[in-house]
């Protein structure tokens, strides 16, 4: 072993004790690294990232600009190593860390991509669809796919409801997330429509704010907070309803506020929270819909999802045997990475497709709206991507 591996297999220290069990060079995070197995490059793997990491501290500059931009946006922010990793440690934490003490311009345009989301996503989007194809192609795929539309088949895969109502057990409030609110609004339209009567105890949602997942992610622990605490205050305003969520990501990013010192009075509210937060799938009862069209529909499990998945079994129960899912992969999007790699996404997105079975009008769902929203970019010609929500027939 080299002098600078030995030296990787020791504690790696961070500002907030993160990670800080060694790597043991195991490897184990090699083949469930989105990065790696899109590129095979071992710079980009959670093992490599370590070792330069390692490398800056030992070289006292790992808050060094230049060391610390070789760093930054070369991950996705999946979380997959940090799942198997067996010294618990966690990658994408580490890096945001980093990336807090050098959030450079990168976090500066999210910043305001999240903040002004209401007057920047519809009109960009809207914008990148008046343009031809092969101008708008590439850099304004994201941007076109945020505000689409996707036009199904007449007769393929949705379902549709056929008896009950859901009972909901107290007042409940719709969290749709930044996508639905200011790019695909038909969501929000949906989900409410999928409640049926229910809907008489949905209280209108207030103006909330990011659920912080992405901006955590892109180093704004500052801005994070932030859209916690305003988020909490004003569930505590309406009453500490249920939350029902549609986008997988806002359901866990949420969930982890309960990890947050200072956000809730005390442990009885933390506890309400925890318990609030709740899948709009999950609430519904998948014996009220029946599947229809024809053809198989193909879902995809986001990185983010919650474990046990609640889309997922929703679906499973809807649409039986019809429901294809493979091998679990990631599709690329990264949230800020988009701004600092957008080539290393779109390898990891081709790669994405290249597993999902070639079939023309091939469906495509799932339940996270930044996988939506990179799918639907990304998709072969023939293949429609939406949110589950969208194959809602009322
Ligand atoms: S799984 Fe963890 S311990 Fe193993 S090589 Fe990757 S970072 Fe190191
Ligand atoms: S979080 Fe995902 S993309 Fe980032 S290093 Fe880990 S597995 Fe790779």
Not at 88 to 93: F, K
Not at 170 to 185: E, H, K, S
Not at 352 to 375: A, D, F, K, M
């Amino acid at each position: 072993m080299s002098t600078s591996l030995q030296n990787y297999a020791t504690p790696c220290p961070t500002d907030s004790g993160a990670s800080t069990r060694p790597c043991i060079l195991c490897g184990k995070c090699l083949d469930v690294c989105p990065l790696f197995t899109a590129t095979g490059r071992e710079e980009l793997s959670p093992r490599g990232k370590s070792f330069l990491i390692r490398q800056a501290l030992e070289e006292g500059n790992l808050h060094d600009p230049v060391a610390a931009s070789k760093l930054l946006g070369l991950c996705l922010g999946c979380g997959r190593c940090a799942d198997g990793c067996p010294q618990g440690r966690d990658l994408p934490e580490l890096l945001r860390e980093v990336k807090a003490v050098h959030p450079g311009w990168r976090a500066w345009v999210w910043r305001a991509w999240i903040q002004q989301a209401r007057h920047i996503w519809p009109f960009l989007g809207r914008y990148a669809g008046l343009l031809p194809d092969r101008l708008a192609a590439g850099s304004l795929d994201v941007a076109r796919a945020m505000v689409h539309f996707p036009a199904r088949a007449r007769g393929s895969g949705c379902f549709q409801r056929i008896s009950g109502e859901v009972v909901l057990l107290g007042d409940a409030v719709l969290f749709p997330g930044c996508t639905a609110r200011f790019a695909r609004p038909w969501w929000v339209a949906n989900a409410e429509r999928m409640l049926g009567a229910a809907e008489n105890r949905l209280k209108s949602f207030p103006d909330w704010q990011c659920c912080g997942f992405t901006v955590a992610q892109a180093g704004l622990p500052d801005l994070n907070a932030e859209m916690q605490s305003r988020n909490v205050a004003l569930w505590r305003e309406l009453g500490r309803p249920t939350l029902l969520t549609i986008c997988a990501t806002c359901t866990t990013a949420l969930r982890g506020y309960t990890k947050a010192n200072d956000l809730f009075q005390d442990d009885r509210e933390r506890l309400a929270w925890e318990a609030a937060v709740q899948p709009l799938s999950g609430l519904v009862d998948p014996k009220d819909f029946r599947a229809a069209g024809i053809g198989d529909v193909f879902y995809h499990r986001p990185c983010h999802a919650p474990t046990p998945d609640p889309d997922a079994a929703f679906l499973q129960n809807v649409f039986g045997t019809r429901l294809v899912e493979n091998e679990s992969a990631c599709c690329g999007m990264g949230g800020v990475m988009q701004l600092s790699a957008p080539g290393l996404s779109s390898q990891v997105a081709a790669r994405y497709w290249s597993l999902v079975p070639e079939q023309s009008e091939l469906i495509v769902t799932t339940g996270c709206s930044g996988c939506v929203v990179q799918l639907a970019a990304t998709a072969p010609r023939s293949t429609v991507v939406a949110h589950w929500l969208e194959l809602f027939e009322g």
